[in-house]
């Protein structure tokens, strides 16, 4: 038997998503802990920046051997590279996937919108998980989906996918409750599923200056972004200026633009290091246009590249307002009254297993009236609601300590 264990994550890593990022990180931490013995690597979208980011190794989750480009306009091309390539390509790509996992004890799926079909159809992240589901089974290591989130599966084929790799789990649990009744609807039920809360909770406090405040005589207001086109999103790269997008951004507006006016300093903060900072401009152009006058200081939008950066800005803000699901659970992480634009129904589950249903408004529905309101009572109660906070935080700590542990102990059975 080899002394050392070894464990492989697969995620959606090296995107520049901050709340992907803080998964990772997370887990790692909880793990290494637990296991200081343990070899990590991971398979993700990026490998080089999860390697420098996270410093382990990395391998990516699907090799592509001709540019995207060169498939771009030409038809005749496309259909012989999938002819001709295509499968032998795929089976290289399976044979490699059972020689990554090769002496690996575990292959865990942590979160990170892996068991959804949103932006990449059936043939991305649904079939992905399922190809390296197998390869696991085949080299006889214990698969485990760790906290996960699912949906929407629009697909068929998606749906087939991601109910076979589940089926192939040792160990299967959700984020919350709507993931395990979403998948009760579609046809996959199992009664010993458990639900643990997002893994960015078991991140380690001493890092994040959980009790820091600004030393601002004014009240910072964190206000998130997000490159909204949409419920589940059309992608990144499409029509920046549409409808949606641009009735998001003129929401935004008029909220900042109230919180200025009222002498509250506005902190922008971003969940996404790829997509947001646009957003940012945008924001920014459009309270120029408004002609929104402020004072030199009250409105702040300082670099953020990590998730660390981000939890420390968030860390000198008092109440935060967003978009973006992991700024929400960073904010009750540190112990912030929040308020979230909903799009998912993810935001639902957390905010009312936290009693703080009230304060998650649609962020297709809402408009700056009901947004100025709810924030106020948001202020009002934040005492009340901070205590509030603090005591589920440390329940759901809890109950990661919990999951870690099965984890471990899963590793160490013979």
Not at 39 to 56: L, R, S
Not at 232 to 251: A, M, V
Not at 332 to 348: C, G, I, Q, T, W
Request: positive net charge; proline residues 5%.
């Amino acid at each position: 038997m080899r002394n050392r264990t070894k464990v492989t994550f697969l995620g959606n890593f090296g995107q520049r998503n901050l709340g992907n990022e803080a998964t990772l990180a997370a887990v790692l931490h909880n793990l290494q802990v637990r296991l200081p013995e343990t070899d990590v690597n991971c398979i993700c979208p990026n490998p080089g920046i999860t390697a420098t980011t996270h410093k382990i190794p990395a391998i990516p989750i699907h090799e592509v051997f001709v540019k995207p480009e060169l498939l771009q306009g030409n038809f005749l091309f496309k259909s012989l590279r999938k002819v001709i390539l295509g499968v032998p390509m795929e089976i290289y790509r399976w044979i490699k996937a059972f020689g990554v996992l090769r002496n690996t004890e575990m292959l865990i799926v942590p979160g990170t919108q892996m068991l959804s079909d949103n932006l990449t159809g059936p043939w991305g992240f649904p079939y992905l998980v399922f190809r390296w589901s197998v390869a696991a089974k085949l080299q006889k290591c214990k698969l485990a989906f760790v906290s996960v989130g699912v949906g929407p599966l629009h697909h068929p084929m998606s749906k087939l996918f991601v109910k076979l790799a589940l089926l192939l789990a040792n160990s299967r649990s959700y984020r919350d409750d709507s993931s395990r009744q979403y998948l009760r609807s579609i046809g996959f039920y199992r009664t010993s599923d458990r639900v643990y809360p997002d893994l960015a909770f078991s991140l380690p406090l001493p890092t994040i200056a959980r009790g820091y405040r600004s030393e601002r005589d004014k009240c910072v207001i964190a206000v998130g972004v997000i490159d909204y086109r949409g419920q589940f999103g059309l992608s990144p790269n499409q029509l920046s200026g549409n409808d949606t997008y641009s009735r998001y951004i003129d929401l935004v507006t008029d909220f900042v633009a109230w919180l200025l006016e009222n002498a509250y300093t506005v902190r922008l903060v971003i969940g996404d290091a790829a997509y947001d900072p646009q957003v940012l401009a945008d924001l920014k152009e459009t309270l120029k246009k408004k002609g929104v006058r402020y004072q030199d200081r009250q409105l702040l939008a300082e670099p953020i590249e990590t998730f660390e950066e981000l939890l420390l800005q968030l860390a000198t803000s008092d109440f935060i307002v967003s978009p973006r699901f992991h700024n929400i659970v960073f904010g009750l992480l540190l112990n912030r009254p929040v308020m979230a634009l909903s799009y998912h129904e993810k935001f639902s589950a957390l905010l009312e297993s936290l009693d703080l249903a009230r304060f998650n408004l649609s962020i297709d529905h809402a408009d700056a009236e009901s947004l100025i309101e709810r924030f106020c009572e948001l202020t009002r109660d934040s005492h009340a609601l901070e205590q509030k906070i603090s005591q589920r935080v440390s329940e759901y700590r809890a109950k990661l300590d919990e999951q870690y542990e099965r984890i471990v102990n899963s590793l160490c059975a013979e």
